[in-house]
């Protein structure tokens, strides 16, 4: 693969949950090369990374120990959809609203912030419930 094939297969794999930027892929494909483990290509202007024997040798000695590095993003929900969706609402107020529909609109979004939060911390209230409130981060 490609250096941005590595980054949107990580993502797409983890459902964006792990966004790697190029300032860690690459890096580490260098380091990776230096240890003689992967190797590049030139390709249509493009640098081709694969495992190169002794990488692939390196891996298999050592997958059973390391277990699936994916295997947490398989039992979640994709949030980007609804995050979204849930950002565009926010722009049309934004630049449509009034100053009282602005206002309830900050008080949903801080709402929904403390919900997030609280369903992180375990918290049994309903996440729809917004009249329990949690301290302020």
């Known amino acids: 693969m490609y250096g941005y094939q590595l980054m949107q297969t990580i993502t797409d794999r983890t459902?964006?949950?792990w966004r790697p930027s190029a300032g860690a892929i690459y890096p580490t494909l260098q380091q990776l090369e230096d240890e003689g483990l992967v190797?590049?290509?030139?390709?249509?202007?493009?640098?081709?990374?694969?495992?190169t024997d002794s990488g692939r040798e390196y891996v298999e000695q050592n997958a059973e120990s390391w277990g699936d590095p994916f295997a947490f993003a398989g039992a979640?929900?994709?949030l980007r959809g609804p995050l979204h969706d849930l950002h565009a609402a926010a722009?049309?107020?934004?630049?449509?609203g009034t100053a009282a529909?602005?206002?309830?609109?900050?008080?949903v979004l801080t709402d929904a912030r403390r919900a997030l939060y609280l369903i992180l911390a375990g918290d049994?209230?309903?996440p729809g419930d917004t009249t329990e409130t949690a301290p302020e981060s």
């Open 91 to 96: 722009r049309q107020v934004q630049t449509s």
């Open 39 to 51: 190797e590049t290509t030139a390709e249509g202007g493009r640098k081709l990374v694969t495992l």
């Open 76 to 78: 979640g929900t994709d």
């Open 15 to 17: 459902n964006g949950s």
């Open 101 to 107: 529909q602005l206002a309830a609109a900050e008080k």
């Open 124 to 126: 049994d209230a309903d």
